[in-house]
């Protein structure tokens, strides 16, 4: 009888520590698991972080260019400026100056979850030997797509902003007197929000 007691008290003994063990495996388990997320989540904040601090000073340096052609385009005799405004900021603004060699095109917009699109059309001239496009831009919803044509309406570039990256593109050319006739003369541009949440910025340099 006391033998079988004995036998039970040890067995109920046993399963309590082992449960104990598995529960304490098991909430070690959910500890590193927790920690592991805390540090992806901590490592994705911080590259949004870094992305976002890059995209700011690309901004400054682009601004930067666009005050040094605007104070050459006052400089020159022959500069012409054209800007038009949409609300407190240009929607786009292009500088032509140094005697008609440098010539920059940007266009910004932003986008509340609206759908719309634009158009027009850039000149290169036949004294250009480089071509420089960059494109930034970053949406939580929606997409914005850029399309820019050659004079001929091929397409040179056709990029759609969505939400599964940040994008930052950039494309330089020089262009020789051989294939000068593809890029001489007038460009074309559309952009097309789609119930886009975001930016954009399109910029366009020739010299």
């Known amino acids: 009888m006391k033998t079988n007691i004995l036998f039970k008290s040890l067995t109920l003994i046993f399963f309590i520590l082992f449960s104990g063990t598995v529960l304490m495996a098991q909430s070690r388990e959910k ?96 004294d250009t030997r480089n071509f420089r496009m960059t494109i930034n831009g970053k949406v939580k919803t929606g997409e914005i797509r850029i399309i820019v044509d050659y004079p001929s309406g091929d397409t040179f570039k056709d990029l759609t902003i969505n939400s599964a990256a940040e994008i930052t593109f950039s494309q330089s050319v020089t262009i020789s007197e051989q294939e000068g006739g593809k890029y001489i003369g007038d460009w074309s541009y559309k952009i097309i929000a789609e119930k886009a949440e975001g930016s954009y910025k399109l910029s366009i340099m020739t010299h």
């Open 31 to 126: 500890d590193e698991k927790a920690a592991r997320e805390a540090e992806m989540k901590a490592k994705q904040e911080m590259l949004e972080k870094q992305q976002q601090e890059k995209m700011k000073q690309m901004e400054i340096i682009y601004a930067d260019r666009a005050r040094d052609f605007e104070r050459q385009a006052r400089e020159s005799s022959r500069a012409r400026t054209y800007v038009r405004s949409s609300g407190e900021s240009p929607d786009y603004f292009i500088y032509s100056g140094n005697q008609g060699s440098q010539t920059q095109l940007t266009l910004r917009n932003s986008f509340n979850g609206n759908s719309d699109s634009s158009k027009g059309e850039f000149e290169v001239s036949e």
